[in-house]
């Protein structure tokens, strides 16, 4: 038996259990298919050094900043000068 992706089995078991009923035993022996969890991936902090000092200029920045900050490339993007406060060295 070949295996299907998550997606793929439960529109078909939901389907399944809609034509033939859930409490009819024809499905009762079918498990529904489990999500596997996916594990964010994470650079170490000698990673990001190595990879940040190989960029140069603007990208070097937003790069930068959103490491240093959590921004998404969205937020970074629509940056302006007085979103930040120089004083203070923080993004508002």
């Avoid at 078909?12 to 009762?28: E, H, P």
């Avoid at 079918?30 to 960029?55: C, D, N």
């Avoid at 920045?61 to 004083?87: N, P, T």
């Amino acid at each position: 038996m070949r295996r299907l992706r998550t997606r793929r089995c439960t529109p078909c078991y939901s389907s399944i259990g809609m034509c033939f009923g859930r409490n009819v035993g024809l499905v009762a022996d079918v498990t529904p298919a489990k999500r596997g969890r996916r594990l964010p991936t994470v650079l170490s902090f000698s990673e990001v050094r190595s990879i940040l000092t190989r960029m140069r200029g603007v990208p070097r920045l937003c790069a930068s900043l959103m490491y240093g900050s959590g921004l998404r490339l969205s937020e970074c993007a629509q940056l302006r000068v007085k979103d930040i406060d120089f004083e203070r060295a923080e993004v508002v």
